[in-house]
């Protein structure tokens, strides 16, 4: 079962984002289907003089819904024709020629269900709208006809003048994060199925077979955990023992070999001791850094990359391993997470002593926060 409650230092990991926004859109929607169905139904039971401003007002706001519909439709054509013209000059490299695939992939949006479901509506809203016109409505209907070439034009100078076609922070993040394109969730699955599905395959087994660990284990002073490790500001230290005091390689679990485009390659599994001064009772945890979260750190040095977006990343990085993780090896692997000078040997005693206390039917704890 997924965690839905995740905290690191001193950030929250972010969940996916929701619907709110289409929510808010809908109830919009509604809300000004409302006010012209209102007025509808007043033009039909004519309860106000042709000659009054605020009739007028209502068949000019009536007459013109189906040409609003029809520019904003025609409007959008437009914005995948002018993607088209640049486009075909790409055909044969990025479509291998494939016109029908280039045109799919530029008016994508006339192809989907939603697009004709809203055909459909408009055509419906088009029809009850025209069948209660009057000789005045088909007065302002033909004026708004008019200015829908304007209408048009506008739209087109507002989107491409003043940029408005630009797609926001916020709807950048959604979209890579809805497409599974985002550079944290590309690492996260490489991690995964790199390394921690290869190891944490045959943990169990790994350990029992080794009579020195066996024994830890039954002792409880080793648990059949691997705690993958992972500091905030993506900077990977070449050791574990870099922490000097506290915290010893005491030996490694038998490697996992696997054979990889024909080269037989092996997995090293580290088992650490790690224990305090003020007579805390030590234990031995199988653990390491995650690697390849350095590889954020690194891009820093190549391309801009601000500190903030480096934090966020990671951020979608350890919700998505620990998605990954809860969906396949729950039980063999915890994430521990570093933010800022957080001790590791703190960090790892926390998380033992939240895993004892869960330990006879509690409910366990989500992702620790290691402060």
């Not at 001193?10 to 169905?37: D, F, Q, S, T």
Request: glycine content about 4%; some cysteine.
């Amino acid at each position: 079962m997924a965690r839905n409650s995740y905290s690191s230092g001193c950030r929250e990991i972010p969940k996916r984002r929701g619907k709110a926004n289409e929510i808010a859109a809908i109830i919009v929607g509604i809300l000004c289907m409302i006010y012209l169905c209102v007025v509808w139904m007043i033009i039909k039971v004519e309860t106000l003089g042709e000659g009054d401003i605020f009739f007028q007002c209502m068949y000019n706001s009536l007459s013109a819904l189906p040409v609003m519909l029809v520019c904003t439709i025609i409007t959008k054509w437009f914005f995948c024709s002018f993607v088209l013209i640049e486009e075909q000059n790409h055909t044969k490299s990025r479509y291998d020629g494939n016109s029908w695939l280039l045109f799919k992939n530029c008016f994508q949006v006339f192809l989907t269900r939603n697009f004709v479901l809203g055909v459909v509506f408009s055509i419906v809203i088009v029809i009850l709208v025209i069948s209660s016109g009057t000789d005045s409505f088909y007065k302002f209907f033909v004026t708004s006809c008019l200015n829908s070439i304007t209408a048009i034009g506008v739209s087109i100078i507002t989107n491409y003048i003043f940029d408005f076609k630009t797609l926001s922070v916020v709807e950048l993040s959604e979209l890579d994060e809805s497409s599974n394109t985002n550079v944290a969730k590309g690492l996260a699955w490489s991690y995964f199925t790199g390394y921690l599905k290869i190891i944490l395959n045959d943990l169990k087994q790994t350990v029992e077979n080794d009579v020195r660990w066996k024994q830890k284990l039954e002792n409880k002073t080793l648990k059949c955990v691997f705690y993958a490790i992972v500091p905030l500001n993506c900077k990977v230290p070449a050791d574990l023992i870099e922490y000097k005091e506290g915290i010893t390689r005491v030996g490694e679990l038998q490697p996992v070999s696997k054979n990889r485009a024909g080269m037989k390659r092996e997995y090293t599994i580290p088992v650490y001791k790690i224990e305090k001064k003020n007579n805390e009772p030590p234990f031995f945890v199988i653990c390491g850094y995650v690697t390849i979260i350095d590889t954020l750190f690194e891009m820093t040095n190549f391309i801009k990359f601000e500190e903030k977006k480096r934090e966020e990343q990671c951020l979608l990085f350890i919700r998505t391993l620990q998605e990954l993780i809860d969906d396949n090896c729950e039980e063999k692997c915890e994430i521990v997470t570093l933010s800022g000078d957080d001790s590791l040997i703190d960090a790892l005693y926390k998380k033992r002593e939240k895993e004892n206390k869960n330990e006879g039917g509690e409910t366990r704890l989500s992702m620790s926060t290691d402060v």
